[in-house]
C-alpha cells in the first residue's frame, strides 16, 4: 500500500489539471471518483484525505500564479477562497425551476435559472420576481412561462 505522501506525488499530475480549469474541492473530488477506475489500486485515497491534499495542493497553485501574474492577482480558483460571490454585482442568487409550456408545439418544459438579487425576498415575492424577470429575458420566445419555484435540489452540495 503506498503512503499518503506517495499518493500526493501521484496525485500531483491530476491536481494540475483540476486546479487549471478552477475545480474546487468538490468538484475535483467529483471528477476523482469518475476516473478513478483508472487510477492503480494501491493509489486510490480516502475522501477526507483527497479533499485536504487538493487544497493545499490548490492554495500553493494559487500562490504560484499571483506571483507568475504581472495583471491582477485573479486566477480562475481565486473563487474557491473568497468570499466574494460567483454571481458579482449581486448579493444573492437563487435557483429557481420555471415550468411553462411551447406555444408552438405545446409541450411542457421546465428549465433552472440562476437568479440574482439584492435583497432577500420572501419564497412568494422571489418567484413572483423571477417570473417577470424570465418573461423580461425570454422576450420574443414562444415559450409561456406559467411557474417558478424556488429549487432545493441536491441540498447538501455548494451551497454558497
Known amino acids: 500500500m503506498a503512503t499518503l505522501e506517495e499518493k500526493r506525488r501521484y496525485f500531483e499530475r491530476w491536481f494540475r489539471g483540476w486546479t487549471a480549469r ?15 477506475e483508472y487510477i492503480p489500486r494501491e493509489y486510490r485515497i480516502r475522501k477526507t484525505d483527497f479533499l485536504r491534499l487538493y487544497r493545499e495542493y490548490a492554495e500553493m497553485e ?3 500564479a499571483k506571483l507568475r501574474s504581472v495583471r491582477k492577482d485573479y486566477i480562475p480558483s481565486e473563487r474557491l477562497y473568497t468570499p466574494k460571490s460567483l454571481y458579482t454585482g449581486r448579493r444573492y ?4 425551476k420555471f415550468e411553462g409550456y411551447d406555444k408552438t408545439t405545446g409541450e411542457k418544459i421546465t428549465a433552472f435559472y440562476t437568479f440574482t ?5 420572501k419564497r412568494g415575492e422571489l418567484e413572483k420576481e423571477a417570473l417577470e424577470w424570465i418573461k423580461n429575458i425570454e422576450g420574443g420566445s414562444p415559450k409561456e412561462w406559467k411557474k417558478a419555484t424556488v429549487w432545493e435540489g441536491f441540498r447538501n452540495i455548494n451551497v454558497p
Not at 442568487?93 to 429557481?96: A, E, F, G, R, Y
Not at 438579487?117 to 425576498?121: A, G, S, Y
Request: glycine residues 12%; proline residues 0%.
Open 22 to 36: 478552477g475545480y474546487g474541492s468538490g468538484q475535483a473530488y467529483e471528477e476523482y471518483m469518475r476516473v478513478r
Open 62 to 64: 494559487e500562490r504560484h
Open 93 to 96: 442568487h437563487t435557483i429557481l
Open 117 to 121: 438579487h439584492d435583497r432577500l425576498m
